[in-house]
Nanobody
Framework: QGHLVESGGGLVQAGGSLRLSCSTSGRIFIRATMGWFRQAPGKEREFVASISRNGRMTNYGDSVKGRFTISRDNAKNTAFLQMNSLEPEDTAVYYC?????????????????????WGQGTQITVSS
């Protein structure tokens, strides 16, 4: 805890957009696959998106494909999640995570158990 800091959450109407940011130290970021997960009340944590260390490979959860885009700026030690066409079903607490066990050419992990560093979470609420 405390290694990753998320920002950008909030309330938005259906169809709107938000961008989340996740910052951490360079010591962690340069070695890490970065991922986003979310958890809605009463539901299990769900994979949203992940990006490899060099930014060349990405994975997305089926429910967000075509609407969300993950990216990273290695110079700023920051990962982003651009969320478009938001739906009420996207309402959840969104967590940023870092997997420092990944090698440079590893596909980015989709399993939360691969990630050892987590942010505190940021609430996204999409109103209908």
């Amino acid at each position: 805890q405390g290694h990753l800091v998320e920002s950008g959450g909030g309330l938005v109407q259906a169809g709107g957009s938000l961008r989340l940011s996740c910052s951490t130290s360079g010591r962690i970021f340069i070695r890490a696959t970065m991922g986003w997960f979310r958890q809605a009340p009463g539901k299990e944590r769900e994979f949203v998106a992940s990006i490899s260390r060099n930014g060349r490979m990405t994975n997305y959860g089926d429910s967000v494909k075509g609407r969300f885009t993950i990216s990273r700026d290695n110079a700023k030690n920051t990962a982003f999640l651009q969320m478009n066409s938001l739906e009420p079903e996207d309402t959840a607490v969104y967590y940023c995570a870092a997997d420092t066990s990944a090698i440079l050419t590893s596909p980015p992990a989709t399993d939360s158990r691969s990630y050892e560093y987590w942010g505190q979470g940021t609430q996204i609420t999409v109103s209908s």
